[in-house]
């Protein structure tokens, strides 16, 4: 039924046509009602292996991945550089190469440095498809898990509404462009208007904004970007505020964990909310830094669709290795 998307590779929802990308969402959907109606698929990925390969920690995309294939009846292996040859050095190319001949599908996540790079490289060499679990540019799978949700909340009507993502200053460590990247290359694409809200020093990649500002214009949507957040929430239909570092202006860790304290007060509370539409939702594709980055007022409070929307993470990685997996 899907034999098209077979074997495709997703690193980046750029890569995929809309009505790819449509389709997709039209089976997650499918599987997502089927769990809800108790309908067994666990003959869809009979006996099939995905490999998950992090270089990083995840709460969400591991266990989303991992309860998915369980639930279409295969299994997942859980690896890391330093269980694997790896760490000795073993080349992107050996690495697939042998991995192809065990299992049907690669997912990785690297998001510092030359995560994308190494994706592609692996991508170059593999019979069998690589789903990017983030990389230092995109995050697909959370993406698409945030169209759904939106597409969920706003009985598809999406044309004609508002997000706005906005910069949140988010102490510690400094977080990938990947989140916000994807969101402002996606959203435009699905109808959407788009406000991209931040400090002068926290700008996206120039490349990345090209293709953001080209996906809108041929969409007919709008895309503006301000450096305010109060701005960027007032009327909009859906706030999806997180952290990320200044990457594009300094490689220095320590002048860029000091440019996110220089910034405080990105904070999404009740009085931003109280400005956006009356049924606005608010989104973060988590973890968030509770009571810095939103407020448990508004985290937990009548707007935030945030424990759908990583519910709805289950359902895509399930879509894209029900489509994907060869
Ligand atoms: N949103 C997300 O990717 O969460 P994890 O880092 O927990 O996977």
Same mark, same amino acid.
């Given at each position: 039924?899907?034999?098209?998307?077979?074997?495709?590779?997703?690193i980046?929802?750029?890569?995929?046509?809309?009505?790819?990308?449509?389709?997709?969402?039209?089976?997650?959907?499918?599987?997502?009602q089927?769990?809800?109606?108790?309908?067994?698929?666990?003959?869809?990925?009979?006996?099939?292996?995905?490999?998950?390969?992090?270089?990083e920690e995840?709460?969400?995309?591991?266990?989303?991945?991992?309860?998915?294939?369980?639930?279409?009846?295969?299994h997942a292996?859980?690896?890391?550089?330093?269980?694997t040859?790896?760490?000795?050095g073993e080349?992107a190319?050996?690495?697939?190469?042998?991995?192809?001949r065990?299992?049907?599908?690669?997912?990785i996540? @690297?998001t510092?440095?030359?995560g994308? &790079?190494?994706?592609r490289?692996? $991508?170059?060499w593999? +019979?069998?498809? *690589? #789903?990017?679990?983030?990389?230092e540019?995109?995050?697909?799978?959370?993406?698409?898990?945030?169209?759904?949700t939106?597409?969920?909340?706003?009985?598809?009507?999406?044309?004609?509404?508002r997000i706005?993502?906005?910069?949140?200053?988010?102490?510690?460590?400094?977080?990938?462009?990947?989140?916000?990247q994807?969101?402002?290359l996606?959203m435009?694409?699905?109808g959407?208007d788009?406000t991209?809200?931040?400090p002068?020093?926290?700008?996206? @990649?120039?490349?990345?904004?090209?293709? &953001?500002?080209a996906?809108?214009? $041929?969409a007919?949507? +709008?895309?503006? *970007? #301000?450096?305010?957040m109060d701005?960027?929430?007032?009327?909009?239909?859906?706030?999806?505020?997180?952290?990320?570092g200044?990457?594009?202006?300094?490689?220095?860790?320590?002048?860029?964990?000091?440019?996110?304290d220089?910034?405080p007060?990105?904070?999404?509370d009740q009085r931003?909310?109280?400005?956006?539409?009356?049924?606005?939702?608010y989104m973060?594709?988590?973890p968030?830094d509770?009571?810095?980055?939103?407020?448990?007022?508004?985290?937990d409070?009548?707007?935030?669709?945030?424990?759908?929307?990583?519910?709805?993470?289950?359902?895509?990685?399930?879509?894209?290795?029900?489509?994907?997996?060869?």
């Open positions: 039924m899907y034999n098209n998307l077979k074997g495709k590779h997703l980046s929802t750029q890569d995929w046509t809309l009505p790819e990308l449509e389709q997709l969402l039209a089976v997650a959907s499918r599987l997502k089927e769990r809800q109606l108790g309908i067994p698929h666990n003959t869809l990925l009979l006996a099939k292996t995905f490999f998950m390969l992090f270089f995840s709460t969400r995309t591991r266990n989303a991945f991992e309860a998915g294939i369980h639930q279409l009846g295969g292996h859980f690896l890391t550089p330093k269980a040859q790896i760490d000795h080349t190319k050996d690495t697939v190469k042998v991995l192809e065990y299992g049907e599908g690669l997912g996540r @690297k510092f440095g030359t994308n &790079a190494y994706m490289e692996i $991508a170059k593999s +019979k069998i498809p *690589v #789903v990017n679990m983030q990389c540019d995109y995050h697909p799978t959370q993406v698409l898990a945030d169209i759904m939106i597409k969920e909340k706003f009985n598809n009507e999406l044309r004609g509404r706005c993502v906005s910069w949140t200053s988010a102490p510690n460590y400094i977080r990938p462009l990947s989140m916000a994807s969101l402002v996606a435009p694409r699905f959407l788009v991209l809200a931040h002068p020093e926290f700008k996206l @990649k120039p490349e990345i904004m090209e293709t &953001a500002k996906n809108a214009e $041929a007919g949507t +709008k895309f503006e *970007v #301000v450096d305010s701005a960027a929430a007032e009327g909009a239909d859906i706030i999806y505020a997180k952290g990320w200044p990457i594009v202006y300094t490689e220095d860790e320590k002048e860029g964990l000091a440019l996110i220089k910034n007060g990105w904070v999404v931003r909310m109280n400005m956006a539409s009356r049924d606005s939702i973060h594709c988590m968030y509770r009571d810095i980055e939103v407020t448990s007022e508004v985290v409070g009548p707007h935030s669709v945030v424990f759908d929307e990583a519910e709805n993470r289950l359902h895509i990685m399930k879509a894209i290795m029900a489509a994907t997996m060869i």
